[in-house]
């Protein structure tokens, strides 16, 4: 093959009454013009912004940030732990038992929570359940020892004999202090 080589395959003839439109940067500006089938011309002018967000965006973005803060999600941080979650109750409280994952290594605890009450205990009642101190080591951090909340109980996955909780999927977050 003689010459350079063309990137992209070549571009097909133009036919009559086709739309085309074609770009001119004019102070600031995109002028576009529009050719119809019917020969008839259109010309639209838009201001092209600079790097300063609308007013509307910002607006849209606060309410969606008060929003996640009234219902209790703006305080929680990644990365997520996934796994299995068993509560058993144990006098007034419950003993809590966790093995799943987080950055794809192997994360687990136990703990105990106080008061709590394993046969009343629905769901979307789980959810919002704080494990304070429980984080494991080398997830979010290091040491580990942060608090989590549990964020998502996967519901078909969810069983209650009265005395103790097995949900097999679960999702916990990071309390962002």
Same mark, same amino acid.
């Given at each position: &093959?003689?010459? /350079? =080589? /063309?990137?992209?395959?070549?571009?097909?003839? /133009?036919?009559?009454? $086709? $739309?085309?439109a074609?770009?001119?940067? $004019?102070?600031g500006? #995109?002028?576009?013009?529009?050719?119809s089938?019917?020969?008839?011309?259109?010309? &639209?002018? /838009?201001?092209?912004?600079?790097?300063?967000?609308?007013?509307?965006?910002? &607006?849209?973005?606060?309410?969606?940030?008060?929003? $996640? =803060? =009234?219902?209790?999600?703006? +305080?929680?941080?990644?990365? #997520?732990?996934?796994?299995l979650?068993?509560?058993t109750?144990?006098?007034?409280?419950?003993?809590?038992?966790? =093995? +799943?994952?987080?950055?794809?290594?192997?994360?687990?605890?136990?703990?105990?929570?106080?008061?709590?009450?394993?046969?009343?205990?629905?769901?979307?009642?789980?959810?919002? !359940?704080?494990?304070?101190g429980?984080?494991?080591?080398?997830c979010?951090s290091?040491?580990?020892?942060?608090?989590?909340?549990?964020?998502?109980?996967?519901?078909?996955?969810?069983l209650?004999?009265g005395?103790?909780?097995v949900v097999?999927t679960?999702?916990? !977050?990071?309390?962002?202090?």
């Amino acid at each position: &093959m003689s010459g /350079r =080589a /063309r990137p992209f395959p070549p571009r097909p003839a /133009r036919r009559a009454g $086709l $739309l085309e439109a074609t770009t001119s940067r $004019l102070h600031g500006s #995109a002028k576009i013009a529009v050719n119809s089938k019917k020969g008839e011309r259109a010309n &639209m002018l /838009r201001t092209v912004r600079g790097h300063r967000p609308s007013a509307v965006v910002v &607006m849209v973005l606060t309410l969606l940030i008060a929003s $996640l =803060a =009234a219902t209790g999600y703006a +305080g929680l941080s990644g990365p #997520a732990i996934v796994g299995l979650l068993t509560l058993t109750q144990n006098g007034a409280g419950a003993d809590v038992v966790f =093995a +799943g994952q987080c950055k794809e290594n192997t994360a687990g605890f136990t703990t105990n929570v106080f008061p709590f009450d394993v046969a009343t205990t629905t769901a979307t009642s789980l959810e919002g !359940l704080n494990l304070p101190g429980v984080g494991p080591s080398g997830c979010l951090s290091q040491p580990g020892g942060e608090e989590l909340t549990v964020t998502t109980v996967v519901r078909p996955q969810f069983l209650n004999t009265g005395t103790s909780i097995v949900v097999t999927t679960v999702v916990l !977050l990071y309390v962002v202090p």
